[in-house]
């Protein structure tokens, strides 16, 4: 037991693991909303059904603020958001439990300038965050070049399990060649879902009032095209294709560090 009560307080990671902090932006819709209940399981949905009549769902979302969800349409979108999330921190947790995680949106200007974010530019390069084409790049896919009436999401994990994931210019990435998916020099975060278990071509749902996704379509064979009334939007989480990459990962910022 240390004998040190009074003092300088010094930094350091105190859980008991060493700490690996990720940051993954995508243009795929995630949202701490709590919305988890198919339209067909509320209690409103027997009005529904017999009068045409929405009735508004109240729902606590993460910040602990009440949402009031007026129409089927702002409903899905928070049910989407919220599935996207789960489908995301699943992947992460697939080898390394989060233990903190926060959720953002990048609508408006450049964090920490005044300068309006205008679309897919080399402001990514400086948070460092990367794709998992051929040959990294720290660019969306060229459909979303002007990323005009999208949003783009940023998602902050932490875990207390290092090198279990790895993510932007670390080791896989020797020279700026491709990514090295064997292991040797870790799993990448960005890597193939069905090869390694990354996030890459992962089921991912589009809002339903307005499509993020440049390659989403709806999908009447989807579980929730029953349970939820109408066809969702669906398309994947996509880190490889020079022309529909929707999302890039940093590896070794805090949460929220910088402002995204």
């Not at 928070?78 to 949106?105: C, D, E, H, M």
């Not at 307005?210 to 989403?216: C, E, V």
């Not at 349970?227 to 996509?238: E, L, Q, R, S």
């Amino acid at each position: 037991m240390t004998d040190k009560v009074n003092g300088a307080v010094n930094a350091g990671e105190f859980l008991t693991g060493n700490m690996d902090f990720f940051t993954v932006a995508t243009t795929v819709p995630v949202g701490v909303t709590n919305v988890t209940t198919p339209v067909v399981d509320l209690l409103g949905y027997q009005t529904y059904v017999n009068t045409g009549v929405w009735t508004t769902v109240n729902v606590i979302d993460g910040t602990g603020a009440s949402q009031a969800y007026a129409s089927l349409s702002t409903y899905l979108d928070a049910f989407y958001k919220q599935q996207n999330l789960n489908n995301l921190i699943a992947i992460f947790g697939g080898r390394a439990n989060p233990v903190a995680i926060s959720v953002n949106t990048l609508t408006t200007n450049i964090p920490g300038t005044s300068t309006a974010y205008t679309g897919n530019g080399t402001v990514w390069g400086l948070y460092n965050l990367y794709n998992n084409i051929a040959t990294p790049t720290q660019v969306f896919g060229s459909a979303y070049n002007s990323l005009s009436g999208k949003t783009v999401y940023t998602v902050h994990l932490a875990t207390e399990h290092n090198l279990l994931w790895t993510a932007n210019a670390n080791v896989n990435y020797l020279g700026g060649s491709a990514v090295d998916e064997t292991n040797q020099n870790g799993y990448t975060l960005l890597s193939n879902n069905k090869l390694y278990g990354g996030l890459d071509g992962a089921v991912a749902y589009d809002t339903q009032s307005a499509q993020n996704l440049a390659d989403s379509g709806t999908s009447s064979t989807n579980v929730y095209a029953t349970k939820n009334t109408t066809a969702p939007y669906v398309g994947t989480w996509n880190t490889s294709d020079g022309t529909y990459c929707n999302t890039l990962a940093a590896q070794g910022y805090y949460l929220n560090v910088k402002g995204i």
